[in-house]
């Protein structure tokens, strides 16, 4: 019933910049948390940053001061404006969010495809 779809990987250089998008559709009665998680080849999926419906935001160490989590409540859209990226940023990056269905009484999280972000050195 829920899809998360993500947009706006690719490839660039380091020091460049790209923004990735996840908009949620379906039978969505309400979003809590959305956030960006990333995995690296050979390595476990990370949090990278995350924002309450109240617009609370958390980042990883490594991404703070060059990434910027934000989101349209309006479009069920969340965003990660990735500024600065660095070699070591390179992963499939996944879209979360924390939402309630129509007719459920309980939260529960969905997942994105995952978009391939690639910086070159």
């Known amino acids: 019933q829920v899809q998360l779809v993500e947009s706006g990987g690719g490839l660039v250089q380091a020091g460049g910049s790209l923004r990735l998008s996840c908009a949620a559709s379906g039978s969505i009665f309400s979003i809590n948390t959305m956030g960006w998680y990333r995995q690296a080849p050979g390595k476990q999926r990370e949090l990278v940053a995350a924002?309450?419906?109240?617009?609370?935001?958390n980042y990883a160490d490594s991404v703070k001061g060059r990434f910027t989590i934000s989101r349209d409540n309006a479009k069920n859209t969340v965003y990660l404006q990735m500024n600065s990226l660095k070699p070591e940023d390179t992963a499939v990056y996944y879209c979360?969010?924390?939402?309630?269905?129509?007719?459920?009484?309980?939260?529960?999280?969905?997942w994105g495809q995952g978009t391939q972000v690639t910086v070159s050195s």
């Open positions: 924002i309450t419906s109240t617009s609370s935001t």
């Open positions: 979360n969010a924390e939402l309630r269905v129509l007719g459920t009484w309980r939260n529960r999280d969905y």
